[in-house]
């Protein structure tokens, strides 16, 4: 047991998916995973336990935004050895090509500030996804009816951004989409020597005004949790 994570030595998996809600994870133990048990319920971040295809798998919630997400990235790391960790949630469109319910698979995490950035001092650090699960990942979305993008995104430490100038630089330098979570994780896992990567559904758009309503977000995020899983286990 850890100070944030009840689980016990053995109960959490070697491939942990990491969504920011807790009953997302709860939802997706339940629809992707086998003989799902629930193995942590601290503060109410819940996190589950089962097989995919035979692969042990953990899901555990990470909470919002990178200083909630550092202490469960951390925690599964050194604490449980887990060692491929990936991101699934959902992020805000920035591109006019990027639709609703559009999968963004994150090749790279843009940010202003992250619990980590203090280590760096005057280094800009460029956080970035695994290349084998990045690759493994667009492998797995092709072919599929959903539209996929691979490329940079934006991990805003903010969630009511009170900078438009800011948004329009990065839809002018290409990013993709907006969430609050993988630059840091993209960073531990760097420190670590372990595997990261993100894979998002496009749930409103910064552009447009679209957005999913809240009981259309889970029915559209299953392609999402199924790249995630197949990335995970392609050798």
Known sequence: M?????AKPGDIAPTVLMPGDPYRAKWAAETFLTDAKLVNEVRGMLGYTGTWNGHPVTIQGSGMGMPSLSIYANELMTDYDAQTLIRIGSCGGMQPHVGIRDVIIAMTA???TSPSSGIF????FAPCADYGLLSAAVNAAAGRATKT???GIYSSDVFYAERPDLDEEMVRHGILG??????ELYTLAARHGRRALAVLTVSDHLQTGEALPSE???RSFG????IALEAAFTE
Not at 2 to 6: D, N
Not at 121 to 124: A, L, M
Not at 178 to 183: G, L, N, Q
């Open 216 to 218: 259309d977000r889970e």
């Open 110 to 112: 843009t940010t202003i």
């Open 2 to 6: 850890t100070v944030h994570i009840g």
């Open 149 to 151: 993008h691979v490329g």
């Open 121 to 124: 001092r005057e280094i800009n």
């Open 178 to 183: 907006v969430e609050m979570e993988a630059a």
């Open 223 to 226: 392609d999402m949790v199924e």
